[in-house]
């Protein structure tokens, strides 16, 4: 998350790190051509027992469209979903963070801010901005959100300021959005304290709120809560490793650390797939090539990940000559969760940004003759 414009120069030096692999379940082509098939098979690693054997499936890939493209605001950070009051909104993450009733139509024209989530007083650690990386609905209808905040303080170098994760919530459906003890409301903090933690996402569960997040130059992590804590601060544990009864061994976030998960990179974006019965991930990019590629990767526990693809992954449409950032996987109707045919939207490195996506529908196939 930067703040717009004066961190345009942040996003081109950087890019080698965050740059997005975008092309959709390790398999489908983007491209000119309207549909296009790819057959992809599931990693060994991630064979479902039961069956005995991996699937297999064909995923159809729609054209790009462009959903939003402003010229007086900045798109920074994955797009999202959230429902409340029967109503579904899109999240635009920036450092003033703003929500769209246009949740999955093609062409986003409604913008609203969301007040409380804006930039803070100097020194605090949130000062430059507050971008909305999701939220989590209690059964009494409270919205609890977690932010990434960023702060010019001893920054981590000319391109690069620190960063941590924070707390608020809402009780009008985020329209309004309030920071509790505000500025002792962190959640997540980076290495040391004082690093880099941030570019988050949210799934949510039954049995536990899962938010992944970066950590700059070290990897993609995730931290887990239970939904009857809601988020708060203070609740928050960070992944070290699974243990052989099965549950995660898990440290303090606010005391940082914990393990880099295998198989997902920085910048990665993850769901809960209803027709996969899996984790689903849209990976994140560090490998710098010039033709850019999305990856789709699968997990069983949501902290050993592998690509759903044995195949290269296909390359993105290169609408535009600059990157493309922050992917993310919407459900087809804006669900938080994914089903056999979804959304995915990634943000090209405009003046300003750029909202695309496409649509990717998954089918199960007979399996190939051995």
Not at 181 to 201: K, L, S, T
Not at 234 to 244: A, H, K, L, M, N
Not at 265 to 294: I, M
Not at 353 to 367: D, F, G, Q, Y
Request: glycine content about 12%; aromatic content about 12%; some cysteine.
């Amino acid at each position: 998350m930067r703040a717009g414009r004066l961190n345009l120069m942040r996003h081109t030096i950087t890019f080698f790190i965050t740059a997005l692999n975008v092309a959709l379940l390790a398999g489908g082509i983007i491209g000119t051509i309207r549909l296009r098939e790819y057959i992809a098979r599931d990693d060994d690693a991630l064979v479902d027992q039961r069956q005995g054997k991996a699937g297999q499936f064909t995923y159809r890939i729609g054209e790009e469209e462009i959903v939003y493209q402003p010229e007086d605001f900045w798109v920074d950070g994955p797009y999202f979903t959230y429902e409340w009051g029967g109503q579904v909104f899109g999240v635009l993450p920036s450092d003033k963070t703003s929500r769209t009733r246009d949740y999955i139509s093609p062409k986003i024209r409604h913008r609203e801010a969301m007040q409380g989530l804006g930039l803070e007083a100097k020194g605090d650690w949130d000062e430059i901005g507050s971008w909305l990386n999701g939220i989590y609905r209690d059964p009494r209808g409270r919205l609890h959100g977690y932010y990434h905040g960023e702060t010019r303080e001893r920054p981590i170098s000319p391109a690069r300021n620190r960063a941590a994760m924070g707390y608020a919530y809402s009780d009008d459906g985020g329209a309004t959005w309030t920071k509790p003890g505000h500025p002792q409301n962190r959640i997540i903090v980076g290495r040391n304290g004082h690093d880099y933690a941030g570019d988050a996402c949210l799934v949510a569960r039954e049995d536990r709120l899962s938010l992944y997040f970066g950590q700059w130059q070290d990897g993609e992590y995730v931290a887990l809560s239970k939904p009857e804590d809601k988020g708060l601060p203070g609740t928050w544990r960070t992944f070290v490793r699974s243990t052989e009864r099965g549950g995660p061994e898990t440290v303090t976030s606010l005391q940082a650390n914990g393990s880099v998960l295998v198989g997902l990179r920085y910048g990665a974006f993850v769901t809960w797939n209803t027709h996969l019965k899996r984790w689903l991930a849209v990976d994140g990019n560090s490998n710098g090539e010039k033709q850019r590629t999305l990856v789709l990767k699968v997990s069983d526990d949501g902290f050993r990940w592998s690509r759903l693809s044995k195949s290269p992954p296909p390359p993105l449409p290169q609408t535009y000559p600059k990157l493309a950032l922050y992917p993310s996987l919407v459900g087809i109707e804006g669900g938080m969760e994914t089903d056999r045919e979804f959304w995915c939207y990634y943000v090209y490195l405009t003046s300003p940004n750029t909202l695309a996506r496409v649509k990717v529908s998954l089918r199960e196939s007979a399996p190939a003759p051995r």
